[in-house]
DNA sequence: ATTTGACGACCTCCGCCGGAC
DNA sequence: TGTCCGGCGGAGGTCGTCAAA
């Protein structure tokens, strides 16, 4: 069944077919309901492959999610599904591991499957122009941006929270209560991204409020996010005897396994140790304690990462939107 | 950059090419290198459109997720993603509410996307082959099977646990703990899926070790999975003042709500209260206490559903693969 | 002036035949 | 005789162009 047995059926030619398919205008009436009648009664459903052969471009558009694993993405990757779905695209996802290179696979996905647009869940923060030329479409960085780096901002839209206010306010609220002995986990203080710029946080806090920074309270877990890095992370703070009231971690299920390694080791949370984290997911309203987190805005990162990337397939500018976090208090910090 | 543009640059033609890209084995080895040489220097992908055109079929699978918010699916997601972008195919997600019809989702999914083949990731277990006749592609059901329904065991594959087994198991062992008197917070004691299926082994272990049941240590959420419904019912349980040493949850995150419920409550878990779920999610590992749960392998039932769907592609027959969920000891369980 | 037909290009695969060694 | 490689044509739908009715 081709256009060209359509054709063939209603004694016109291919061209003739075509054009009413497309709903061009040069064709008469009458020509055109007897096609539309022949394709109906037919059942005719015209190849997509061949469509998109010669129109070179498709409906598709590529998700490539960096960090597997990672709860906080699947609950956004639900709202981009949603919404790209509504608009009447398709979702085309991708995951690849924390330390992979997502612009080469975002580069990889949009020739393989002719990408309109590109919206990327999790990267690094310091692209150069030179790298993100590969990417010939255009693209949202959902949940981060480019502060690192040295982008146009014309060239790219983001969606993030302010990753370094967001870690600053949540190591203010732990001096607030009188913390002074703040230890820290994080994947890395100086990996040119959302670590590095929490880290910052973390230490932009603690010097403003006139808290001097020991590094025996901090443990980098080498770029990891996962528990099992994060608890070895905070076991060695603890075995190396350091002195701390309070931890900050940069991700709610560092917080888990670091409250776990805490309670592991005989101390209780927040009894004996006060934990604050951000990203604010479901799980974490449910753990014991109930985590004080900074909440992350999901369902509304994803939808305005969508609505700009369409907005910019239809010629619309990038745009920079940053969202804020605002805290959850649980019962995992205390006055001390 | 086309097909013709590396044979150029090669000084050979496009049928040796294409008989390079598509591994066939009349190529000398000398020639083979130095096409594939020039494919690396130059980045040339392969139009995908024009190969899915004259193989006159997509590389299309799509995968129709029921319950956003599960866990469980996320994990088996990143598998499955891997698995069908590792043979070559494409990915289509779609996601929907635990309430959904998947069938139908899939059916559209499938006319929409001209699909090759159809994962269910969660679904219903009584389906009926009329409502699967609007399925015309070969299909896998992950996570589940049709034990409530009527379909012929030919017509679909299915990749899951013995639900019944695993939940029989579970509550077997609070049994050998010394627990007689086990409560249980279920979505639905009787709908026709795998809360009922779990809920049929709670009973069954019961029964078999000579313990009555007693309605008043059962709570039903209403169909819903969610951790705000199971703390209410855990509480509902709590507050008519039922008698009981024991809880039994039909997953991770329901039994992370339940502990909560208790400790809200004044009862230490497993002091006061032992808790034994189903699914052993990574942060259940990280809980407080470490959940003692039945892990359902994850990355295996994935990677089975791909392999089992592709072997279909090619005319294999239906299978129905049963895995086994091996209890994970944490210490939310104690003899009493 | 409006409508319709014919044609080539787009891109890849695959079977087939022919030539070269 | 066997191995390797070139070349051809058909498959599919769209779209611009040109010619014709």
């Known amino acids: 069944m081709?256009?060209?047995?359509?054709?063939?059926?209603?004694?016109?030619?291919?061209?003739?077919v075509s054009r009413v398919l497309n709903n061009r205008p040069d064709v008469s009436e009458s020509v055109r309901r007897r096609v539309l009648a022949a394709v109906e009664a037919k059942g005719y459903?015209?190849?997509?492959?061949?469509?998109?052969?010669?129109?070179?471009?498709?409906?598709?558009?590529?998700?490539?999610?960096?960090?597997?694993?990672?709860?906080?993405?699947?609950?956004?990757?639900?709202?981009?599904?949603?919404?790209i779905d509504r608009a009447g695209f398709t979702m085309v996802p991708h995951f690849i591991g924390s330390d992979a290179d997502e612009v080469k696979a975002g580069a990889i996905l949009e020739r393989e499957k002719k990408?309109?647009?590109?919206?990327?869940?999790?990267?690094?923060?310091?692209?150069?122009?030179s790298e993100l030329a590969l990417v010939g479409v255009p693209y949202v960085c959902c949940s981060y941006t480019n502060c690192f780096g040295s982008l146009d901002a014309g060239d790219y839209s983001s969606v993030s929270i302010d990753d370094y206010l967001t870690a600053y306010r949540a190591v203010e609220r732990l001096i607030q209560l009188g913390h002074?002995?703040?230890?820290?986990?994080?994947?890395?203080?100086?990996?040119?991204?959302?670590?590095?710029?929490?880290?910052?946080?973390?230490?932009?806090?603690?010097?403003e409020h006139g808290v001097e920074f020991d590094p025996a309270l901090l443990a980098e877990t080498?770029?990891?996010f996962e528990m099992p890095a994060t608890y070895r992370g905070m076991c060695g703070i603890i075995e190396r005897g350091a002195d701390f009231s309070a931890v900050f971690t940069i991700s709610d299920t560092m917080a888990i396994a670091a409250i776990k390694a805490l309670e592991?080791?005989?101390?209780?949370?927040?009894?004996?140790?006060?934990?604050?984290?951000?990203?604010?997911?479901?799980?974490?309203?449910?753990?014991?304690?109930?985590?004080?987190?900074?909440?992350?805005p999901a369902?509304?990162?994803?939808?305005?990462?969508?609505?700009?990337?369409?907005?910019?397939?239809?010629?619309?500018?990038?745009?920079?939107?940053?969202?804020?976090?605002?805290?959850?208090e649980g019962a995992s910090i205390k006055q001390v």
Not at 46 to 71: E, F, H, M, Q
Not at 119 to 129: E, I, K, N, V, W
């Open 2 to 16: 081709t256009i060209k047995d359509i054709a063939k059926a209603c004694g016109v030619s291919v061209s003739t």
């Open 45 to 83: 459903i015209p190849n997509n492959s061949a469509r998109d052969l010669v129109r070179s471009r498709t409906d598709a558009i590529g998700i490539v999610v960096r960090g597997t694993g990672n709860l906080f993405f699947s609950a956004i990757l639900k709202t981009v599904s949603r919404e």
């Open 115 to 129: 990408l309109r647009g590109l919206l990327f869940l999790g990267g690094r923060y310091d692209y150069t122009p």
């Open 180 to 207: 002074r002995r703040i230890a820290a986990v994080v994947p890395s203080c100086s990996d040119r991204s959302v670590s590095e710029l929490r880290y910052n946080g973390y230490r932009a806090a603690l010097k």
């Open 222 to 224: 080498g770029g990891c």
């Open 264 to 296: 592991d080791n005989g101390r209780r949370v927040p009894e004996d140790c006060s934990v604050i984290a951000i990203d604010g997911l479901p799980v974490s309203e449910y753990t014991i304690p109930t985590l004080t987190t900074m909440v992350q």
């Open 299 to 328: 369902e509304e990162m994803g939808m305005e990462s969508v609505s700009i990337l369409l907005k910019m397939l239809e010629g619309a500018p990038a745009r920079h939107l940053l969202l804020e976090a605002r805290i959850r």
